[in-house]
């Protein structure tokens, strides 16, 4: 069965300070994407990056960046330069390729604050 | 970029009553909706798959008769929980997506739902 841990229920980081969010996954699958998504306070869910199984560069998008080690199945996420509006709520995600697309599974989370 | 709206933001209902909970994607044709449930300071749980025109799949432990989901538009999938309990209080949340070989899910901003 498909799964992901997170083993940091909560991080702290200082302002302008570079962070690392640890998400590890578990699948036999040969094809799947790896996300992260962003959810503050208000519950809306916000797409950061995307790591696909067969990407061999790991994906950046901005501040946000995935270091993708495949053989350790891990998809850590770093944000750098932190800032106050990165306060919230951090899910790695997995969706496993079927016929249907199916099975999306979520991590339990982090919650990041980011002190001034 | 693509939306996905949800309404209701919040609904409060009396237990034992119904209460229709409705998941539009704004600028795009989703062939598949989701729909995830939420507890306070937990991840997201996969609830049901819905495909446009054929019965959602649900996931297991999910009463099909209890939440009930219709995809009835490219545009639309409604979830009604009906004779609403208290242990229903939760964030709903939907998301879309465009194409069976597209990876990307679009979410919309959750309902918060409480029951009396």
């Known amino acids: 069965a498909q799964k992901i841990t997170q083993t940091q229920p909560g991080m702290f980081v200082q302002e302008k300070e570079a962070v690392t969010l640890d998400c590890t996954y578990d699948?036999?699958?040969?094809?799947?994407?790896l996300f992260w998504y962003k959810q503050p306070s208000s519950g809306e869910m916000i797409f950061l990056i995307y790591?696909?199984?067969?990407?061999?560069q790991n994906a950046t998008e901005g501040r946000y960046s995935l270091n993708f080690q495949k053989a350790r199945k891990s998809a850590n996420l770093v944000i750098s330069a932190s800032q106050l509006g990165d306060s919230a709520m951090y899910f790695c995600?997995?969706?496993?390729?079927?016929?249907?697309?199916?099975?999306?599974?979520f991590g339990p989370g982090t919650r990041l604050s980011v002190l001034p | 970029g693509a939306v996905v709206s949800q309404h209701p933001s919040w609904v409060i209902c009396k237990s034992g009553t119904s209460v229709k909970i409705e998941c539009r994607s704004l600028?795009?044709?989703?062939?598949?909706m989701f729909w995830y449930r939420q507890f306070p300071k937990q991840s997201l749980m996969l609830m049901a798959t819905?495909?446009?025109?054929?019965?959602?799949?649900?996931e297991q432990g999910v009463e099909k008769d209890k939440f009930l989901i219709n995809h009835a538009s490219l545009t639309l999938s409604t979830l009604t929980v009906t004779s609403a309990h208290p242990e229903d209080s939760s964030f709903y949340i939907c998301?879309?997506?465009?194409?069976?070989?597209?990876?990307?899910?679009?979410f919309g901003p959750g309902t918060r739902l409480t029951v009396t």
């Open positions: 998301s879309a997506r465009e194409a069976a070989s597209s990876y990307e899910q679009y």
């Open positions: 699948t036999s699958d040969q094809s799947y994407g």
């Open positions: 790591q696909g199984s067969y990407d061999e």
């Open positions: 995600a997995m969706i496993v390729r079927d016929n249907y697309g199916q099975n999306f599974v």
């Open positions: 600028d795009f044709q989703a062939t598949t």
């Open positions: 819905s495909n446009e025109g054929s019965k959602a799949t649900y």
